[in-house]
T-cell receptor, first 109, second 114 residues
Framework: QKEVEQNSGPLSVPEGAIASLNCTYSDRGSQSFFWYRQYSGKSPELIMSIYSNGDKEDGRFTAQLNKASQYVSLLIRDSQPSDSATYLCAVIRDDKIIFGKGTRLHILP | DAGITQSPRHKVTETGTPVTLRCHQTENHRYMYWYRQDPGHGLRLIHYSYGVKDTDKGEVSDGYSVSRSKTEDFLLTLESATSSQTSVYFC?????????????FGPGTRLTVL
């Protein structure tokens, strides 16, 4: 089983709708979880971090963590064309950050 | 934007030649990282540094070496480049390690080995 798994997409979402991105991880001892956004040809940038079970909201973004089920998700409300990017899930294992392969999100105007 | 630069930004080289990529930061962060990003593999850690002259291996360190003689510079060297090392290389920095702190990424270097 891969350590951090994401659906590669592309995930197509109409403008204004909610985009839901999911990630599962294999190491039950993981404590820190991150979502990075990467535009085509650019470097990753951190958009959300979450450390405890439940929801964490920041503007249009909500990160959700369920340690019992070993998944973390990212919701993007009121999706905009500028949200079209690849979203990378990352998990800390043995003091090192492990990235998923990313989900390509395409917002349809 | 975090003050991170990478040089060169693009490089084409031939198999068997040595290549050095440079990462320079102006943030005085303790931790520096080198990643490679390939389609189908995502971001993978090559080496990282937790201080001057202190480095450790990541998950894909074979064929790569690093050096850090100053806080602000972290060099990645391919001693004898191979076509499998064609990739986009990202440098990242953080104040703390172990995932306790945000990693900021540089703009990347696109390396092609013919």
């Amino acid at each position: 089983q891969k350590e951090v798994e994401q659906n590669s997409g592309p995930l197509s979402v109409p403008e204004g709708a909610i985009a839901s991105l999911n990630c599962t991880y294999s190491d039950r001892g993981s404590q820190s979880f991150f979502w990075y956004r990467q535009y085509s040809g650019k470097s990753p940038e951190l958009i959300m971090s979450i450390y405890s079970n439940g929801d964490k909201e920041d503007g249009r973004f909500t990160a959700q963590l369920n340690k019992a089920s070993q998944y973390v998700s990212l919701l993007i409300r009121d999706s905009q064309p500028s949200d079209s990017a690849t979203y990378l899930c990352a998990v800390i294992r043995d003091d090192k950050i492990i990235f998923g392969k990313g989900t390509r999100l395409h917002i349809l105007p | 934007d975090a003050g991170i630069t990478q040089s060169p930004r693009h490089k084409v080289t031939e198999t068997g030649t040595p290549v050095t990529l440079r990462c320079h930061q102006t943030e005085n962060h303790r931790y520096m990282y080198w990643y490679r990003q390939d389609p189908g593999h995502g971001l993978r850690l090559i080496h990282y540094s937790y201080g001057v002259k202190d480095t450790d291996k990541g998950e894909v360190s074979d064929g790569y070496s690093v050096s850090r003689s100053k806080t602000e510079d972290f060099l990645l060297t391919l001693e004898s480049a191979t076509s499998s090392q064609t990739s986009v290389y990202f440098c990242a920095i953080s104040e703390e390690g172990g995932g306790a702190d945000t990693q900021y990424f540089g703009p990347g270097t696109r390396l092609t080995v013919l």
